[in-house]
């Protein structure tokens, strides 16, 4: 509390009165982001349960998903100024609910897909143990499915409100030609500070919206994760300590799920045909079975025939001299780079700190305020000590180059960071403490033991990364100079940037169904085959 008081004394010497305009916006930034995970939670359980149980959905639903979350925030834009801003036009409820939508794209498929992967956690022996227990209906969802997706879904939903978080400013301020979005928030304040390169301003929204995350890690994150452990499959040691401290707020939750146990039971009956039609029981599983490849075969080729389509009749121009195909490989360059630099020094730090529970103590704060970052209250300081400071030395595209890789990687290297911290946090004490029986050295447990037990982290990490990178890039290639005018950097974020900005659907469609395109087949034919291969060596 005294940090705050501080913090707005020393905002209110620098802005004025302005100062207190920043709890007007941080609570409705805040409102927009609790809406949008509400519906993250109904969305990810109502689908992820089905996918888990249901084979229709699995082979059917589960790539649907899988090419959404490959779309780019701002592919959504234009649906959400033709759907909500043009239904509910001339007023601010359009664009509420349009950041709203824009905010939910962000953050769902990490929850979503969360709840897909606690499917695993439902084994053989629960579900038979559910069949002599006769939990059919809402009692198996109420004393199965939703408790044993609990720890999953809470780090998922971390990563979801972290990259909420990130995308405040393009959910919040946002044009597409003349219909924009500016509605006041942090997000937007944020935005408005950078582009103008208010370098104090930008700070100070910074240091608001860390308030906001830190906030929220410890009072609400922190609490449940150790309430989480308790549910976790894997055997755990209770911390009596840890427990006192869950305070009011997991109390408060647990009165609330177990009153929202006791109101399902009351349609027991008529849950229990619905969902035994919709195979959402303990007889029916998908979490083992191989999928069929062949919708998201022809869904890419969906996405391929609409890029060809936009390509050839609508932007002709781009296919000559193959100019569309000098933005992919500019901005793939960019994507891989960026991704050696951030799995470098991701799996240092999980590999050596992951398990030292003082480092992780202080870091993970850190490392939660450092993923909710909005790339573009970077730009001022980018712009003024590498692209001004470097640019005098190196040149300038070199310069701009190394600006926009470093914009890139704040995309991409959390998700690594947290997927390979929570492997290397999941290997066994008990493995552990052969290791150090067998007095096998630091080389020969990297080799043997850490670095295995990393791999599937690595390869669902490079998944979801390079998916935020290619959001990322959309900054990225577009960085507004202090005159006003934006740097050439040729690229697909370039491309969807400045289509958006000029209002031109046809090369907002183009760019997004390339840049989908670009991370669906890698998906596909590298990184989900990597997955499953790996995964015998996951704990």
């Not at 779309?71 to 801003?85: D, E, K, S, T």
């Not at 929850?111 to 992967?117: H, I, L, Q, R, T």
């Not at 296919?319 to 951030?342: C, G, H, N, Y």
């Not at 990490?461 to 390079?466: F, K, V």
């Amino acid at each position: 509390m005294l940090l705050l008081v501080a913090f707005f004394s020393a905002a209110f010497l620098a802005m004025g009165p302005e100062a207190f305009e920043l709890i007007y916006f941080a609570f409705r930034s805040f409102i927009r982001m609790a809406s949008a995970y509400a519906l993250s939670i109904l969305f990810s359980f109502i689908f992820g349960i089905l996918i888990i149980h249901n084979k229709k959905a699995y082979e059917f639903i589960f790539p649907v998903l899988d090419v959404l979350q490959a779309v780019p925030i701002l592919g959504f834009f234009p649906f959400a100024i033709m759907f909500f801003v043009l239904t509910f036009p001339g007023g601010m409820l359009g664009q509420e609910l349009s950041s709203i939508f824009l905010i939910f794209t962000s953050m769902t498929w990490a929850v979503v897909f969360a709840v897909v992967e606690s499917g695993s956690s439902i084994t053989s022996d629960i579900r038979d143990l559910a069949k002599l227990m006769n939990l059919n209906g809402f009692r198996y969802l109420t004393h199965v499915c939703l408790p044993i997706s609990l720890p999953q879904f809470i780090s998922g939903s971390i990563t979801g409100w972290g990259g909420g978080w990130y995308f405040l400013v393009a959910s919040e301020y946002l044009a597409l030609g003349n219909e924009k979005i500016a509605l006041p928030g942090l997000g937007a304040f944020i935005a408005r500070s950078a582009f103008s390169f208010n370098l104090l301003n930008s700070f100070i929204g910074i240091i608001a919206l860390a308030f906001l995350v830190f906030a929220m890690d410890f009072y609400f994150w922190q609490p449940l994760l150790r309430k989480a452990r308790a549910y976790s499959i894997q055997p755990v040691t209770v911390d009596a300590d840890a427990e006192a401290e869950n305070g009011r707020l997991v109390r408060l939750l647990e009165d609330g799920y177990s009153s929202f146990s006791r109101l399902l039971e009351r349609f027991q009956a008529k849950s229990q045909k619905i969902l035994d039609w919709l195979s959402v029981t303990p007889w029916s599983s998908t979490s083992h079975e191989a999928v069929s490849s062949t919708a998201s075969y022809v869904l890419t080729g969906c996405v391929a025939l609409a890029f060809f389509y936009f390509l050839l009749f609508r932007i002709p121009s781009l296919a000559e001299d193959f100019a569309i195909f000098s933005f992919m490989a500019r901005s793939i360059i960019r994507i891989l780079v960026a991704f050696a630099i951030a799995l470098f020094w991701t799996s240092l730090f999980a590999l050596f700190f992951a398990r030292n529970k003082n480092v992780m103590k202080f870091m993970m704060p850190v490392f939660d305020l450092g993923q909710s970052i909005p790339a573009v209250s970077i730009f001022p300081v980018l712009v003024v000590v590498v692209i001004q400071t470097l640019g005098d030395r190196i040149g300038l595209p070199a310069a701009l180059e190394i600006a926009s890789v470093l914009l890139v990687l704040t995309g991409m290297q959390w998700y690594l960071l947290f997927n390979l911290i929570r492997a290397v946090q999941n290997i066994p004490d008990d493995i552990m403490d052969i290791s150090k029986l067998l007095h096998m050295g630091t080389i020969s447990r990297l080799r043997h033991l850490l670095i295995p037990a990393i791999m599937p982290a690595v390869f669902v990490g490079a998944l979801e990364a390079i998916g935020g990178g290619w959001n990322a890039s959309i900054v990225s290639e577009f960085i507004i100079s202090p005159a006003g005018t934006p740097y050439d950097l040729p690229g697909l974020g370039n491309l969807l940037s400045l289509s958006s900005v000029q209002g031109n659907l046809d090369g907002v469609f183009l760019a997004v169904s390339c840049i989908t395109l670009l991370i669906l087949i890698p998906n596909q034919l590298i990184w989900r085959p990597l997955v499953r291969e790996s995964y015998k060596y996951k704990f």
